[in-house]
């Protein structure tokens, strides 16, 4: 009776090794929708190394670049030629949810995708360079007031994207038009910094993580953060918009989803992976060093939260005259 008791126990843990080996993707894969440095880069980088350094996922997971439409074409490549890759995870912002909201990606909407984790929460900000005439916040204003397209402003996508919103939400504080604003649109977050460090834009709207690199070489000055509160740590020296007397915010929430039929088994297997990450102490300084604050979502409370946001942004949307 005990061998036989003692054989199933061996089996038994035998196939539950088997499942979990099966389970595990082959080439596991992170699709950063945008060119390198931006935030979709740091959203990839972070469950990269968060992923492994937690001896979660046993084969490496390599970050690969599809930058078009601010993940347009990511998103259409995913649903329509990737939908059942169980190992392709494919990184989305609060910006992602604006372009679908407003239906910039296409034929495709919001409930295309099966939306698994949400690991991070950045907040817009406002950045000039180290040498720019504008000193803080109510500088600016005070120049869009005096000739709205004075100041050339630079950033990550095209109008209606996040990053536009960011710089219309400003134009709105100061009693403009934002039509009236010089803005020149980059694809992803990193080349707009690079116009502004080689003069080509006078200021940059995007997410304070995709500024902190050069803050800290001291390249550049940030005018405002776009959250409610100061942010902690190393970025708490930074005054936001609404202490400084105009109500302008921008949370943006970072986060990664799957194709719509990678089946039930192995989004759950992301699921717990994810479930365990965000829990982890390791994967809160890692998450800090990247300069995002807490935002641990997964499964269906993810999914709520998405078709919630999107019906926000539409209004949002209506209410600077973009067009859906």
Same mark, same amino acid.
């Given at each position: ?38 935030? +979709? ?63 910039? +990606? ?34 600016? @204003?005070?120049?869009?007031? #005096? ?60 997410? @304070? ?28 020296? @930074?005054?936001?918009? #609404? ?82």
């Amino acid at each position: 009776m005990k061998n036989i008791v003692g054989r199933l126990a061996l089996v038994t843990s035998s196939l539950l090794i088997c499942t979990q080996l099966w389970a595990e993707p082959k080439r596991p894969e992170c699709l950063a929708p945008a060119k390198p440095g931006g935030g +979709f880069d740091i959203t990839c980088k972070l469950a990269q190394g968060g992923l492994h350094e937690a001896g979660l996922l046993e084969a490496p997971m390599r970050v690969t670049y599809m930058p078009g439409g601010i993940g347009a074409v990511a998103y259409n490549a995913v649903v329509a030629q990737r939908p059942d890759e169980p190992g392709t995870l494919t990184a989305w912002s609060s910006g992602s949810l604006l372009n679908l909201a407003q239906g910039k +990606f296409g034929r495709y909407d919001e409930k295309a995708v099966r939306w698994l984790a949400a690991i991070g929460t950045d907040y817009g900000a406002v950045t000039v360079r180290e040498d720019s005439p504008l000193e803080d916040f109510d500088d600016l @204003i005070e120049a869009l007031r #005096k000739d709205p397209a004075a100041q050339v402003i630079g950033a990550g996508g095209t109008i209606g994207s996040q990053d536009w919103m960011q710089a219309a939400m400003v134009a709105r504080a100061a009693g403009v038009n934002p039509k009236q604003l010089r803005y020149v649109a980059f694809e992803g977050g990193g080349e707009p910094m690079t116009a502004l460090l080689g003069g080509h834009v006078q200021v940059v709207t995007s997410g @304070i993580g995709e500024a902190t690199a050069q803050l800290a070489a001291g390249k550049v000055r940030v005018l405002a953060v776009l959250s409610d509160e100061r942010l902690p740590g190393d970025l708490a020296s @930074i005054p936001t918009a #609404k202490e400084q007397g105009f109500d302008v915010t921008w949370p943006i929430a970072r986060g990664f989803y799957v194709g719509p039929k990678v089946s039930d088994e192995d989004y759950d297997w992301w699921k717990q992976r994810f479930d365990t990450l965000l829990a982890s102490e390791g994967f809160a300084k890692l998450r800090e060093q990247r300069d995002l604050l807490p935002l641990s979502i997964t499964g269906d409370e993810l999914q709520a939260y998405v078709y919630k946001q999107v019906e926000q942004y539409k209004a949002l949307a209506d209410e600077f005259g973009l067009v859906r």
